[in-house]
């Protein structure tokens, strides 16, 4: 027999784990995790980068929308374009900017104005608002990618040099591109890094080749200028004839902010310094804003002066549908300037950076929806594994484009939609946060940005409907599938680890030394005076076979909000009128039972025997209240989660129920 006497029960059990894979292709394909988000959780362990580096994996998103963003401006602004893109510059540096910059910090591990917004509610109202949400990020990235590739194979396709045989075949190019985009991930995040830098290097460098060229032209031969100018002015309406047009622009041109949200949301990835968690949590909110801030200034010149030089030196017959700038403005001119070869590497370019612009969304589900579902329980717990995510997302991202048929604008409502959807819910979340510290001037600020984006978004409903319908099918298949992944995770243990304090420790050692054995009698909370629990004992006693002289202590759950699902369980000792009670917070009873019944077992290498009473009432009532409310006939519950971890029957907690 152990001497218990000199026995030290841990202060901290690890709670029971799944069995690590064995083979070599499960060990790669488990290799990286994304961190759930908490004061008990361990720090990201995603390969950090450089900030200026992540900025280029965010700008491959941000910036190829000079691919087609200036002939988007002509098209719905016509002469007034480069206003209308001061504006988007305007909205973009006192606006979005100062608002993602507040989302950083007060959301910095990456999951963005989703956690802002999910502090606003609790309970399972809580749970649905994010699950929505969740829907319209899944709506804008997934659909970034598809249409990222297949605006790249466009590019491809209609480059003059391109090959007949390509005609037709958009949606095969486009799948290809998929699959190597999946592939670089499947290598890992630095590699995707690696790759993202020189793409946006070289992007942005024949960019200004062409845009200086542009500007130089404008200099020396002042005359399509001057022609510009009299078309503003032909109108003869004055300002308002140059305003009107550049509002009713606005909404369109929001899309070329798309960057923002997925820069905040690949903030694990960016490397900080410091001795401790906070300094170096601290270190990566300042790197994050010098992400943000960089993108936003280097976007903003290549805006404007792009806006200026394509509106100004293309015919407007060119913009046209089947004209040859319809969609590709800068490379029209890099054509057109510069000759066919070195617009052919310009179109390569753009290829590249448009193929891999999924990328910035790929790195942006795979950063923010692990942080959610799983730890609501409504995912499975491999999906917070990196490779395997990429495998399901490139799948979805393939069957869309063959449903869409690789067709850009079929998908472009879905994509306007998503991405407003999130900048609307960024602004609400930020205006809340500066509401609350009644900061004023804040608050007007950030209330005018969440009515321009909440007008931008409207629009583009009404102009676009067939957008909110494809979100709304992805809201339906991210509740669907939490459903039923929060249905079959009901019976698992849900404690990453268990605490026990002092006093719970010196409990459960003091019943060893006195008869070696744990009996555990399980109460829910009620008075919770000595009267309480000498009737549960005596209770217990004639019900259960609780031996006469055997050492009882009790264990009760208290009920926290029952729509969290992962937890750290701190158990406390609290002696009530010399009866010794083991307590503990959980939004499951049964769950929490079953975890500190075996953490005891772990801990002694004594099986505990736990009494219980039978329930009254409906078992199939018991069974919601237990789904819903954390809490149902508990003895049965308790039995099979404890089944399920532990298969043989001799190595058991032992439950005891009578009634």
Known sequence: ?????????????????????????????????????????????????????????????????????????????????????????????????????RVAKESPHGQGSVAMLERLLSFWQGKIFVLILLGFVATSWIITITLSSADATVHLIENPLAPD????????????????????????????????????????????????????????????FEQWVAALTS?????????????LAFPLLVLGL??????????????SKGATPEERLASRIRNTKKLLTAAAVIMSGFLISSSLVTTILIPAEAFEPGGEANGRAL???????????????????SVLILWFAGASAMAGLINIVPRYLPTYGMAPEWSRSVRPVVLVYTTISILITIAFNADVDAQAGAYATGILAMMVSASFAVLVSAIRRRQRAATVGFAALTLI?????????????????????????????????????????RAERIEFDDAARQFIKDSLVYDSRLSIVANRPGIGDAAEYLQKEHSQRRLNPVPGRADVLFLEINIIDPSEFREVLHVRGV????????????????????????????????????????????????????????????????????REVENDPDERPVIHVGG
């Open 1 to 101: 027999m152990p001497d218990w006497d000199q026995f030290e029960f841990p202060a901290s059990v690890p709670g029971p784990r799944e069995a690590t894979p064995g083979t070599p292709l499960s060990r790669w394909l488990f290799k990286h995790t994304v961190q759930p988000v908490g004061p008990e959780a361990m720090e990201s362990t995603a390969e950090q980068s450089s900030w200026w580096k992540v900025m280029c994996l965010t700008g491959v998103d941000y910036f190829s929308t000079l691919s087609y963003l200036p002939s988007i401006a002509v098209l719905a602004a016509g002469a007034v374009s480069p206003i209308a893109t001061l504006l988007i510059v305007a909205l973009t540096l006192l606006g979005m900017l100062p608002m993602y910059r």
């Open 165 to 224: 045989v390509l005609d037709g075949q958009a949606v095969t190019i486009t799948v290809l591109l998929l699959l190597v985009l999946g592939g670089v991930f499947l290598l890992g995040f630095r590699e995707a890094v690696n790759v993202a830098i020189p793409l946006v290097a070289v992007f942005l460098g024949l960019n200004a080749i062409v845009i200086v060229e542009g500007l130089v032209r404008l200099v020396t031969e002042p005359v399509e």
């Open 235 to 247: 109108s003869g309406s004055g300002f308002s004839g140059i305003i009107v047009p550049a509002l």
């Open 258 to 271: 798309s960057g923002f949200e997925t820069g905040v949301s690949m903030m694990p990835l960016v490397a």
């Open 331 to 349: 490379s029209y001119l890099a054509h057109d300037f510069l000759g066919d070869g070195f617009g052919t590497v310009y179109d390569i370019s």
């Open 453 to 493: 984006l909440g007008y931008a978004f409207i629009a583009n409903v009404i102009e676009k409907p067939d957008g909110i319908t494809i979100s709304l099918f992805f809201i339906l298949g991210i509740v669907t599938v939490s459903i039923v992944s929060r249905l079959a995770r009901t019976t698992e243990i």
């Open 575 to 642: 002696e009530v009128d010399g009866h010794r009670v083991l307590r503990a917070d959980s939004p499951a009873a049964p769950n929490a039972i079953a975890a500190i019944l075996l953490a005891m077992r772990d801990a002694t290498g004594v099986r505990p025997h736990a009494y219980f009473e039978w329930s009254e009432g409906n078992p199939l009532l018991h069974m919601m209240r237990y789904i819903l409310l954390g809490r149902g006939d508990t003895p049965p519950v308790v039995r099979e989660i404890i």
